[in-house]
């Protein structure tokens, strides 16, 4: 089978072909129908402080997988040939598919193991439910688990692309009320579909909302000072995006206001099981870019040039 390899920093994806996978103890081979193309995968190829993930070369990529199982090994009779499963990235021990040890599913077949698997609804087609296990359980988990939103809560969404679409829709179905900052006048523009109260291109537009929590999907530094300055007394301030590592913030609000911040980082197969139910119910639809294997080098180009509203997912035959 075709795979899309991982060589080294600052090389291209390369077209190898890789034996099929068969299933081991532990394990089942899953048939990939959908992956989707991350950011994190143009970082990986970019920067050198990501090759201690890859401890051997090549590395089949892909952490973004939905598909149904073909192979069920030892130990693993709970699952079955023809179940329709989503793919939680990220294993017990830190390990991840498309990383370390373990190829992900820019090929057509890949292992997964009760880490993963997580049982896809028949009404969640394969393209939202590939999104779901990096770009869904990511938002999804800073914004429930970590952010605790509920509803009544006045929220505000820093940065409306992949994962802050999600998150602002999210928190919208949960019954919050909902504010979102985007700097693109294009992206803006899904504020009526997310079913926002309101859009600006800063957070601190909504100084006098009194929100509860603020969750930054964008993460440039700013966009955190940004944040702590607007939140309402007691507040919580949730970081997941990583778009700068460093930020100054003003720390006479966090003590005056006797602020909460906390970080957020990818999410539980639990997570990734309540984002399939708000799917399941029809009301949560990303926007998104369908391409074939084939374009999954190009999707990576263009997310390194910017501007692309909505996730690339590469559909499988």
């Known amino acids: 089978m075709r795979a899309w390899q991982f060589v080294g920093t600052n090389q291209p994806l390369e077209a190898n072909e890789v034996p099929e996978p068969h299933a081991r103890p532990g394990t089942v081979v899953v048939d990939v129908?959908?992956?989707?193309?991350?950011?994190?995968?143009?970082?990986?190829?970019?920067?050198?402080?990501?090759?201690?993930?890859?401890?051997?070369?090549?590395?089949?990529?892909?952490?973004?997988?939905?598909?149904?199982?073909?192979?069920?090994?030892?130990?693993?009779?709970?699952?079955?040939?023809?179940?329709?499963?989503?793919?939680?990235?990220?294993?017990?021990?830190?390990?991840?598919?498309?990383?370390?040890?373990?190829?992900?599913?820019?090929?057509?077949?890949?292992?997964?193991?009760?880490?993963?698997?997580?049982?896809?609804?028949?009404?969640?087609?394969?393209?939202?439910?590939?999104?779901?296990?990096?770009?869904?359980?990511?938002?999804?988990?800073?914004?429930?688990?970590?952010?605790?939103?509920?509803?009544?809560?006045?929220?505000?969404?820093?940065?409306?692309?992949?994962?802050?679409?999600?998150?602002?829709?999210?928190?919208?179905?949960?019954?919050?009320?909902?504010?979102?900052?985007?700097?693109?006048?294009?992206t803006r523009e899904l504020a009526g579909e997310i079913g926002l109260a309101d859009v600006a291109d800063s957070i601190t537009a909504f100084t006098d909302k009194g929100l509860d929590l603020i969750v930054d999907y964008a993460g440039f530094g700013t966009t955190t000072a940004q944040g702590v300055e607007t939140l309402a007394e007691f507040g919580t301030f949730v970081q997941v995006g990583m778009g700068r590592l460093e930020a100054t913030i003003n720390t006479y609000p966090l003590i005056i206001k006797q602020l909460t911040i906390r970080g957020s980082k990818s999410g539980t197969k639990e997570d990734l099981a309540g984002i399939y139910e708000l799917m399941e119910s029809g009301k949560l639809n990303p926007?998104?870019?369908?391409?074939?294997?084939?374009d999954i080098p190009g999707a990576i180009d263009k997310l390194r040039a910017g501007g692309v509203v909505g996730r690339f997912i590469a559909i499988y035959e």
């Open 287 to 294: 926007p998104m870019n369908r391409i074939t294997h084939a």
């Open 33 to 186: 129908k959908a992956a989707g193309v991350c950011h994190s995968d143009v970082t990986a190829l970019d920067d050198p402080g990501w090759m201690p993930l890859f401890p051997t070369l090549p590395r089949t990529m892909g952490h973004e997988n939905a598909g149904v199982i073909s192979e069920v090994g030892e130990g693993m009779e709970h699952w079955k040939v023809g179940d329709r499963v989503g793919l939680a990235p990220v294993m017990s021990d830190g390990d991840a598919l498309g990383y370390g040890q373990w190829d992900g599913g820019f090929a057509p077949k890949l292992l997964a193991t009760d880490d993963n698997l997580v049982r896809l609804p028949d009404a969640v087609p394969f393209d939202l439910g590939a999104m779901a296990t990096d770009a869904g359980l990511t938002a999804y988990h800073a914004m429930m688990t970590t952010g605790g939103c509920k509803a009544g809560m006045k929220v505000g969404v820093i940065g409306l692309g992949g994962l802050g679409y999600i998150g602002a829709r999210v928190a919208v179905l949960t019954g919050a009320e909902v504010y979102g900052a985007e700097v693109s006048p294009t």
